[in-house]
């Protein structure tokens, strides 16, 4: 618990630095680098056994797809998508003609990692580079990591009924209706913060629930799919970088479903305007 907190006080901070006030391409190297990190944990989990080239291949390619939005051009990240599948197949068949076995799961997993993680990741950067970017940008993350944290301590200190016994233990009703209630909260009490302080900003609070409620449930969902990748593949963690947290995806899991959630919502209904 105290390592969870302490994590959490000092990257809070950082983050919210690197979102609200840095420039873009700030925020691409740090997506860059957590996507390469994901990539990293995700094939140790999913693949086992995986040659070197196809792992560096893969990790490169994660790193890239991020720092693609750079470019201003949507050809970019289609280009190393389409170079990434093309090297793969290449790589899958040469391996077969030398008559040595090519994992169907290795290959999904790989395209997995590579592409469609950072791909979701990315959308953060969609979201800052949009007009109002830097308020945006925040609510994937206000989302997430607020109902991350209501649904832990609601689920600690009044979880009785089990609702995934199986796929997450830990996991109960009053979790899971402690995140939605508390994401909902943080995201309203966000927007009238931007309400007192902005004078051009409006804020829409009807649309601004609706994201705040699917956001949640985005989350709940996207930490309950990650936790069932690790159960079929046996593994308590994706990684261990994280103090209290475990890897990058342990913490970045519903990250990966909330921001590109949020982009969309942002495209359809606008909360700020």
Known sequence: MKSRLLVAAIAVPVLFVILFFLPPVVLAVVTAALCAVAAVEFLRAVCGALSAPVRYMTVAA????????????????????????LTLSGAAVIRYEKQKEVSVRNLLACMFAALIYPTLMGTLNGLKSMENGRLLVLLPVIITFCCDSAAYFAGVYLGKKKITPLVSPHKSLEGFLGGLVGGLACVMIYGLIVTLASKTVMVHYGWLAVYAVL???????????????????????????????????????????????????????????
């Open 62 to 85: 994660a790193a890239l797809m991020p720092l693609t939005r750079l470019t201003g051009n949507a050809g970019a990240p289609v280009l190393v998508g389409v170079a990434y599948l």
């Open 215 to 273: 956001g949640c449930l985005a989350c709940e969902l996207g930490d309950l799919a990650f936790s069932l990748i690790k159960r079929l593949c046996g593994v308590k963690d994706y990684g261990r970088l994280i103090p209290g947290h475990g890897g990058v995806l342990d913490r970045f899991d519903s990250m990966s479903f909330v921001a590109p959630l949020i982009y969309a919502l942002v495209l359809l209904i606008p909360a700020m305007g």
